[in-house]
């Protein structure tokens, strides 16, 4: 089992495994995203406190899990290219991080819709929002220092250790509602007892957050396999493809 899965370390088997996954991948995200807008806006029923303003939910949760999420698949990513040197794993780290900043700044933009009505402001220096902000920043920064060094190993290396001492902040975003006194609400969904969120809000919620992540999966697969195809350009496989596809 642990042979057949290293095998995909390999960028040709990578390349080969992204083209199978990603029509799947892709309609899947498609279809549960649809079917998660419909719930959102006509089957979960409008909340007793927020009315109509709270189905914002439905974006900025999912996106503020996936910036968290993105953000630990980049620094594993990053931590494996660092021991083991492989291409791939460096090609699926640069490739998270805009999505993982894109992510990021969603959760922060639709918070800001959700915090005007509900606090009465915009913006806040909020636990939550504050260490979200930083992650932020922890993408851009990665991004920036990639661009920033020519040599693809060398920034590799330089953005792993960014990714791996940033995960630091993540549960610091998680549990900052719970360590500080803080405007944000606590959590609904991952409490070990009974979510405190109507099952009707919570069906389509956890669509959106599947769709969302099958989204996330096949763009970083088709970016990552760009940054193969660039870095390997000159291999034998590339070239024996590309053959293939003018015979075609």
């Given at each position: 089992?642990?042979?057949?899965?290293?095998?995909?370390?390999?960028?040709?088997?990578?390349?080969?495994?992204?083209?199978?996954?990603?029509?799947?991948l892709g309609w899947g995200a498609?279809?549960?995203?649809?079917?998660?807008?419909?719930?959102?806006?006509?089957?979960?029923?409008?909340?007793?406190?927020?009315?109509?303003?709270?189905?914002?939910?439905?974006?900025?949760?999912?996106?503020?899990?996936?910036?968290?999420?993105?953000?630990?698949?980049?620094?594993?990513?990053?931590?494996?290219?660092?021991?083991?040197?492989?291409?791939?794993?460096?090609?699926?780290?640069?490739?998270?991080?805009?999505?993982?900043?894109?992510?990021?700044?969603?959760?922060?933009?639709?918070?800001?819709?959700?915090?005007?009505?509900?606090?009465?402001?915009?913006?806040?220096?909020?636990?939550?929002?504050?260490?979200?902000?930083?992650?932020?920043?922890?993408?851009?920064?990665?991004?920036?220092?990639?661009?920033?060094?020519?040599?693809?190993?060398?920034?590799?290396?330089?953005?792993?250790?960014?990714?791996?001492?940033?995960?630091?902040?993540?549960?610091?975003?998680?549990?900052?509602?719970?360590?500080?006194?803080?405007?944000?609400?606590?959590?609904?969904?991952?409490?070990?007892?009974?979510?405190?969120?109507?099952?009707?809000?919570?069906?389509?919620?956890?669509?959106?957050?599947?769709?969302?992540?099958?989204?996330?999966?096949?763009?970083?697969?088709?970016?990552?396999?760009?940054?193969?195809?660039?870095?390997?350009?000159?291999?034998k496989w590339v070239q024996d493809?590309?053959?293939?596809?003018?015979?075609?």
């Amino acid at each position: 089992m642990w042979k057949w899965i290293t095998k995909f370390a390999s960028p040709m088997h990578f390349y080969l495994l992204v083209n199978r996954l990603t029509p799947w991948l892709g309609w899947g995200a498609a279809i549960l995203f649809v079917a998660g807008v419909y719930g959102a806006l006509f089957y979960a029923p409008a909340d007793y406190q927020q009315g109509e303003s709270f189905r914002i939910i439905y974006v900025h949760v999912p996106s503020a899990w996936m910036s968290m999420f993105i953000y630990m698949v980049m620094a594993a990513a990053g931590g494996a290219g660092l021991i083991w040197k492989t291409k791939v794993s460096d090609a699926i780290a640069r490739s998270s991080a805009p999505l993982g900043a894109s992510f990021t700044f969603l959760a922060l933009a639709t918070g800001s819709l959700w915090g005007k009505p509900m606090w009465g402001t915009w913006w806040v220096w909020d636990a939550r929002l504050t260490s979200e902000l930083i992650l932020l920043f922890l993408y851009l920064g990665y991004i920036a220092l990639q661009s920033a060094i020519d040599d693809k190993r060398t920034a590799a290396r330089a953005g792993a250790i960014l990714a791996l001492v940033g995960v630091v902040n993540i549960p610091i975003i998680h549990y900052s509602v719970e360590w500080w006194n803080t405007l944000h609400q606590g959590p609904t969904i991952t409490k070990l007892d009974t979510p405190s969120i109507h099952i009707d809000m919570l069906i389509p919620l956890l669509i959106m957050a599947l769709a969302f992540n099958l989204y996330y999966a096949a763009m970083v697969l088709i970016r990552a396999r760009h940054e193969i195809i660039e870095q390997e350009k000159n291999s034998k496989w590339v070239q024996d493809l590309i053959i293939d596809k003018v015979a075609v």
